[in-house]
């Protein structure tokens, strides 16, 4: 027997801490290393080595996992598929093996894993191990959720407006159009007391035709603009809830852009509706100041209020589309009340418009 086989005990794991684990300053910088979880697994896949960052993001202490197949790190699909053996194979064939996915933890709660595998060979090309770089990608890959349903988000609320804005087109032209001929057919007719009974019910549906059309987008925001159409909004919650709205505009709404100004009227129209529902207001104050550079909204009544701390109830949307439509203009939104001291909603969106130069407006 020579002295180098002496040296080598029947532990599996022993060459390859021999070979990985005799230089101290290296061993102590990745026992140190918290955002990884480096350790080493020997050519069976038992793990050999353990550091802090394997120990925060697994869970396991060193003396509870050192000797144990790596295997106890996959869900059980991944097992039963052969996966973690899989990887040892690629690795050990290509030198490397990378691989994202879910990994388990101690406690049993699943993270989102980015894996690096890499096989480890003597001088002579002899296979002693693996390194694995374990990363803890979960924070990431909800970001990357969070924001694909912000997309999706915005995607549906600007596909409802089209579909709102096409639909109010229908009615108004197409159906708007045909009753008013039909009138005027019947106008032809002999004038008997049916005849103008008709003519009265078409008149009817003539205006809930234009009324259900208005609802969905009110043809003055397209014809005459934003504040035209929030003072149309204002005169028509007026009138049909005998409520007292005070509506202060300032500035130009030159800087709105066709989404913000959709977006801003949908934000009044649903505060107003939110006060006809739930405030029992007598009155509401709505200010809207425009600069070159942002657009400030504030819509306040002295209604019950509600406790905004308490977080939203299910099914209700009101508030948190209010927030989603303010945020894809890039702008900031808050609801201020308490219990008995009315309802107050601040919005600034801040407005890009841009000189002809292609340059931002100044302040
Ligand atoms: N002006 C207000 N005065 C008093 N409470 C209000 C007012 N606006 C909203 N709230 C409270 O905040 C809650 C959330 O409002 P939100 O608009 O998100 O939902 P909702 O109006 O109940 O339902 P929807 O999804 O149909 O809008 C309401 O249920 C109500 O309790
Ligand atoms: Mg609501």
């Known amino acids: 027997m020579t002295n180098a086989s002496a040296a080598v005990p029947d532990d599996p794991r022993a060459p390859l801490s021999s070979a990985l684990q005799n230089d101290a300053s290296f061993r102590l910088l990745v026992e140190a290393v918290e955002d990884y979880a480096i350790f080493l697994l020997d050519a069976h896949g038992n793990v050999a080595t353990w550091n802090s960052g394997a120990k925060r993001i697994k869970g396991y202490d060193a003396r509870e996992i050192v000797g144990r197949h790596f295997s106890v790190f996959y869900p059980p699909d991944d097992i039963a598929a052969g996966k973690p053996q899989n990887e040892l194979s690629i690795a050990a064939q290509a030198g490397r093996v990378e691989d994202e996915g879910w990994r388990v933890r101690k406690d049993a709660s699943r993270f989102w894993a980015n894996v690096v595998i890499t096989a480890l060979r003597d001088a002579r090309g002899n296979l002693l191990g693996f390194a694995k770089v374990t990363r803890d990608m979960t924070d990431r890959l909800r970001l990357t959720e969070l924001q694909h349903a912000r997309e999706l988000s915005a995607h549906v609320q600007s596909a409802l407006e089209n579909e709102r804005a096409s639909i109010a087109r229908e009615l108004h032209d197409d159906l708007g159009q045909q009753l008013a001929a039909l009138k005027m057919q019947l106008s032809t007719l002999d004038a008997g007391a049916q005849i103008a009974a008709m003519q009265t019910q078409i008149d009817t549906i003539i205006g809930s035709v234009r009324r259900i059309a208005a609802g969905l987008r009110p043809p003055v925001l397209d014809d005459l603009g934003l504040f035209a159409a ?15 709205i005070q509506l202060h505009i300032e500035g130009e709404e030159g800087g ?3 989404s913000a100004s959709t977006s801003v009227f949908r934000l009044v129209q649903e505060a107003l509706t939110n006060v006809v529902r739930h405030a029992q207001a007598s009155e509401v104050r709505i200010a809207i100041a425009c600069t070159r550079s942002r657009c400030t909204l504030t819509i306040e009544d002295d209604g019950c209020g509600a406790d905004v701390t308490r977080g939203r109830a299910a099914g209700t949307f009101g508030l948190l589309g209010m927030g989603e439509r303010v945020r894809q203009l890039g702008g900031v939104i ?21 000189a002809d130069n292609g340059v931002p407006a100044s302040p």
Do not use: M
């Not at 929030?230 to 007292?244: A, G, K, M, S």
């Open 230 to 244: 929030i003072d149309w909004l204002v005169c028509d919650v007026r009138r049909r809830y005998d409520l007292t």
């Open 334 to 354: 808050e609801f201020r009340s308490a219990p008995g001291e009315g309802f107050r909603i601040l919005v600034e969106i801040p407005l890009t418009r841009r």
């Open 256 to 258: 709105i852009d066709t």
